[in-house]
């Protein structure tokens, strides 16, 4: 943790290493920041991949804390703002279930069914759990940067060591 809050003193609008930093308090039972954490990713205004998930969290963790209506008021809130996450909907039809609103639940799932765009859209969850294609490309581009600039001191190196073995078998 000591890190990702490094992370956030650097660089304070990092969403990721926000999020990150929320699940790792919680699972500390550090619920207090956990919640200001999470509440600030779900105010942010140019949403990410990062926001859905935020909302997930805050849900669960009124769940977790006994607050199935405040779970249920950041799910609405969440799918007004993400009309098409399947996993927000699932699991907001699965917080109506529990409360016994299951005829709400069960038009929740059949909408979930019938949207090609719910399950062609990458999950949240997903990509929390993943590493995104542009960070590959970030990495091969550097990688190969540093690579040509460091290929004339290795064939320099290995020219002088060849040099050294052709002496030592000449003698």
Do not use: C, H
Not at 87 to 94: D, E, F, G, V
Not at 118 to 141: D, I
């Amino acid at each position: 943790m000591k890190y990702l809050r490094r992370v956030l003193e650097t660089d304070p609008g990092n969403s990721e290493g926000k999020l990150r930093l929320a699940l790792n308090l919680k699972r500390l039972k550090q619920l207090d920041e956990t919640r200001k954490l999470l509440e600030e990713l779900t105010a942010a205004t140019d949403p990410s991949w990062v926001t859905p998930l935020a909302y997930q969290e805050l849900a669960r963790l009124d769940s977790d804390q006994e607050k199935p209506e405040e779970a249920e008021k950041v799910l609405r809130r969440a799918l007004e703002r993400f009309p098409d996450d399947a996993r927000l909907t699932i699991q907001l039809a699965a917080a109506l279930d529990r409360k016994g609103a299951g005829r709400e639940a069960t038009l929740l799932i059949a909408k979930i069914l019938s949207s090609p765009a719910s399950r062609e859209a990458s999950s949240s969850r997903y990509l929390y759990n993943a590493v995104r294609p542009e960070a590959f490309a970030e990495a091969r581009t550097f990688l190969a940067e540093n690579s040509r600039s460091r290929l004339a001191v290795l064939a320099q190196a290995l020219s002088a060591q060849v040099e050294v073995t052709v002496t030592e078998v000449g003698r």
